[in-house]
């Protein structure tokens, strides 16, 4: 069984569309999170959601907007989307207090052309 | 930016030998992790050292941690060309409260057969 999945796995889009990426774990996990990966491959955070409340927002512009149904389900909507969108984007989650090991999904790459 | 630095930015070695990746940090921590990330995938956990331990092993994996001068190393002995990938440091920035990471850039390792 998938630990924590996403959808789509590719994203190809034009400049100013609004896309939507899912992001699903069935690990029990209270905490999830976003993740940005560059062509360098840096990664780094954007949102962090812990029991459908957000609790860390790394100055992300706020086209993007995460939404959070249930702890299990935390999904990312972007609008207006630009060439600099273009990247892999990961969705994490974690139980907290547990040292903060982190289970990743395998990823959505966008492209924005 | 509070990203780490891993050193070196990419590794070819042979199948059997040993690879050694260097991380470093810039704040004080709680624990340090080790990830790899296959091409095309999401990250996968390798193994986790508390800021009080100096060493750890998990099969073929070793890491020490130097919190006097913020740096962590990981040894894959035996390598294999399974090994290929990249390997990525992260650290807690010492916060107890997100359970936030903080990635390193990266160790791209190629094992060749």
């Known amino acids: 069984d998938t630990a924590v999945s996403q959808t789509p796995k590719y994203l190809v889009t034009q400049m100013g569309n609004d896309k939507s990426i899912k992001c699903e774990q069935n690990?029990?996990?209270?905490?999830m999170y976003w993740y940005k990966q560059d062509s360098k491959k840096f990664l780094k955070i954007m949102f962090s959601?812990?029991?459908?409340?957000?609790?860390i927002n790394e100055t992300v512009p706020n086209r993007f907007s995460p939404k959070s149904p249930d702890k299990a389900h935390l999904n990312l909507h972007i609008n207006s989307l630009e060439l600099g969108d273009s990247a892999v984007y990961f969705c994490?989650?974690?139980?907290?207090?547990?040292?903060?090991?982190?289970?990743f999904g395998p990823g959505t790459r966008l492209t924005v052309t | 930016s509070q990203q780490g630095e891993e050193d070196p930015q990419a590794l070819s070695i042979q199948e059997g030998e040993n690879a050694t990746m260097n991380c470093s940090y810039k704040?004080?921590?709680?624990?340090l992790q080790w990830y790899r990330q296959n091409s095309g995938r999401g990250l996968v956990h390798l193994i986790l050292?508390?800021?009080?331990?100096r060493e750890k092993h998990s099969g073929r994996l070793r890491v020490t941690l130097d919190t006097s001068k913020k740096s962590s190393s990981l040894l894959i002995t035996a390598s294999r060309a399974a090994d290929t990938a990249s390997y990525f440091c992260?650290?807690?920035?010492?916060?107890?409260?997100?359970?936030?990471?903080?990635f390193g850039t990266g160790t791209r390792l190629q094992v060749f057969p």
């Open positions: 050292i508390r800021s009080n331990e």
């Open positions: 690990l029990g996990h209270d905490t």
């Open positions: 704040t004080s921590i709680n624990n």
């Open positions: 994490a989650s974690t139980r907290r207090g547990e040292d903060g090991e982190q289970y």
């Open positions: 959601y812990n029991n459908k409340e957000l609790i």
């Open positions: 992260a650290t807690d920035a010492g916060s107890y409260n997100t359970d936030k990471l903080i």
